[in-house]
């Protein structure tokens, strides 16, 4: 009998040891998934997003094996379009109250309303919580299903309070927040009859990531700076360098021009780059943290996931989308520059040499539209597929064998939490 | 050698090897003993990596699934299940999903673009006269934020104003509302509120050259107090995006989408209830005995003789609205609505006199 498990063993195709975790899919199988739902979306006027959302799930789910044996997402889109359709019944005449409301505010004194869009954050907050009680009890490992206890409500304040906290600090209390509330959301998550915990403490984040914060406060200030050092040495650049030829007798101008326009270029690229390299830091190290405080009974996570590995992905999306960004921002200016009504309004005469359509809504619009859905493709692809990915391949489980005993407890939740998050626009895990 | 597999029972998380036999329905069995039974029309396929096979069963516990280590087995065993590919929870085409999702979409866009204006048009005269002066208040707070809160206040000015701005609005069946405000902006426009209160900026009291032409400009701010045109498009477009926004949730696109077809609303229906303002304007300054002419030279005075002709542009053609008015110029019947000296005392509101600015500016300057 060993040598028949053995053999199964070989087979399976999965690593058995208990430890750990993998990712496997066909190459572009996601890309095509995404490609093929944003053209959908787009056509459904974004109604394919239930359908498209439940698919990735599924795709993402489906290919990720603990111990060899892989996660299964058993939600469906019935479930996401149902909550979709409560949450708009709660949320019509929530936003109609918060436009009388915000008359009644406007009365009183300009941009009086503003205050009232913290009535959406915490809706938000609520959301958030629910959400995520629908994404655990459709996941299903070795045919026993997370679940989730507790209040959204309860979530929501306790949520809006620590919020308030880091903001009243400055963000400096950010560790605190971030400790209480997965405490909170981890002790009311189960997987079977395994209850969850938070053990990772809100000091070690804080010792490791406050001189991060300082630095990215201080760079935020620069960045803007920087970003217009650089576009006016452009348009200087480009304004002189008419007058700097021929090459031969202006040699040294040109010289200088060349470098005043390399800095105007790379000063800001630099800086940019540099924001994104501390936030992959900050966000590395949070992860790492979060990881390691997580716990499902005796069974615990590590994650050695590296800064650079994140960084590269960030940089990479940035690649990508770079392209589609310009593409379109083209398309913009060359609409912007052709539309007749626009033109009349910004010059006093006809600019020679250029010849005004009626209008040139259509290339605005198709720029726009190029640009979104290049947004939306990418964003599926780094973010949710290959951050995935990322994750999976750094994370290891330790004290499994605990897994292999666990009981089925409760029934699935509704997935209002779910709908209410899509209706105001609301992520989280 | 029976075929194995992988069993979970859905009710623990225990991974059981068991082996396969093909009778009446599935047998799984470990070590002689039979765990479940699966009746072939019951199983379905479940979610797996890309080639294995996953199986789940209807009657079973709803997590249960039987796994296939060797993927040949499993095809062979897939075979004999008659509805494995059925997916009842998963059962709407993509070819469905997209036709009701456009039907939806067309349907809300067509509501938000024909059922709003009609809807705004019964509403808006059923709105209560204090209702409307809340309104009116709101956007004069929005005003001064935009054309700031210094105000012309010569008395002499105001006066005569006031007493042009009195005519006109009796003429037009105004029921009394706050005085008028002239702003010290050099913009040369003027506007009435939901409410009745109007504003004349400075710039278009400039290039006034008689009382006429004036009391064209207000009569037209009045008639748009009269047919509620201002809180109809409050409902007619807030109505509009309101629809758009909530439908379409918060998808990338919709918001700009909300935005451009609030521009195109805005300016498509604008220039119908800017030409029935003219109508009602040039009713209301013959009623006074006054000709209409001076008005469209007014106008064409202040914004040129452009020629925009794009979907995006409010008003219609200055030109156009000269025609309009010259086509309706009778002759002079009724008594001048103010003197040459009270005209003058009105040209003269900002420019001869003090800028005072608003008593509540006035008083944060001392406190701050």
Known sequence: ?429 | MTPSALYFDGLTSQRREVTLKAAETLELAQDGEILARWPWREIRRADAAPGRVRLRCRGAAELARLEFCDDAAGRAILRRCAKAGDDEDSAISTAKIVGWSMAAGLSILALAWFGMPLAADRLAPLVPQSWENRVGEMVEQQASTVFGKKTCEGAEGAAALDKLVGKLRAQAGLPPAPPPQVLASSAPNAFALPGGRVYLLRGIIDEAQSPDELAGVIAHEFAHVRHCDGLRRLIRDGGGSYLVSLLFGDITGAGAAVFATRALFGAAYSREDETAADATAIEVLRGLGRSPAPMGQLLVRVTGNDERLSLLASHPMSSDRLATMEAARVATTGPDLLDAGEFQALKAICGAGKLEQKPEKAAEKKGG
């Open chain 1, 1 to 429: 009998m060993t040598d028949v498990r053995l053999l199964l063993r070989n087979l399976s195709g999965g690593d058995r040891t208990p430890q750990a975790l993998a990712f496997a899919d066909r190459a572009g199988a996601f890309s095509r998934l995404a490609v093929h739902g944003a053209l959908l979306e787009l056509v459904t006027f974004g109604f394919y997003r239930f359908w498209l959302n439940t698919d990735v799930r599924r795709h993402l789910w489906a290919h990720t094996t603990v111990g060899g044996d892989a996660l299964e997402y058993t939600g469906r889109a019935r479930e996401l379009l149902i909550g979709f359709l409560m949450a708009l019944a709660i949320l019509a005449p929530v936003y109609f109250a918060y436009f009388l409301l915000g008359v009644e505010a406007e009365r009183a004194k300009t941009f009086g309303s503003t205050p009232l869009v913290l009535v959406f954050f915490l809706f938000g907050q609520f959301a958030v919580y629910r959400a995520r009680r629908y994404r655990l009890t459709r996941t299903s490992w070795r045919g026993v299903r997370f679940w989730m206890t507790g209040a959204g409500l309860d979530y929501m304040w306790r949520a809006a309070l620590w919020s308030l906290l880091v903001w009243l600090t400055l963000g400096f209390a950010y560790p605190w927040r971030a400790a209480a509330l997965e405490r909170y959301k981890m002790s009311r998550t189960f997987y079977g009859d395994l209850q969850g915990d938070f053990g990772a403490k809100a000091d070690d984040l804080f010792k490791k990531v406050w001189w991060i914060w300082l630095v990215i406060a201080a760079l935020a200030i620069a960045a803007p700076v920087a970003i217009g050092y650089g576009a006016g040495s452009l348009i200087a650049v480009a304004k002189a360098w008419p007058a700097a030829q021929p090459l031969s007798q202006h040699g040294g101008a040109i010289g200088r021009l060349a470098l005043q326009g390399g800095a105007g270029a790379l000063i800001p690229l630099l800086t940019v780059l540099l924001l994104v390299a501390l936030y992959a830091r900050f966000k590395t190290i949070e992860w790492r943290w979060w990881a390691s405080g997580l716990r499902l009974g005796p069974i615990g996570v590590a994650s050695k996931l590296q800064q650079p590995q994140y960084f590269a992905l960030l940089v990479k999306y940035g690649l990508a989308l770079t392209p589609f960004a310009l593409a379109a921002a083209g398309l913009i200016a060359y609409g912007l520059g052709h539309d007749a009504s626009l033109q009349k309004l910004l010059t006093s005469e006809k600019q020679p040499g250029l010849a005004p359509t009626s209008s040139a809504l259509p290339i605005l619009v198709a720029g726009y539209v190029l640009f979104l859905l290049a947004l939306n493709v990418l964003n599926r692809i780094f973010l949710q597929h290959h951050f995935w990915r990322l994750i999976v391949s750094t994370l290891a489980i330790t004290g499994g064998a605990a897994a292999d005993h666990v009981a089925q407890r409760d029934e699935a939740a509704g997935a209002l939490g779910e709908g209410l998050a899509d209706g105001l626009d609301v992520a989280g895990f």
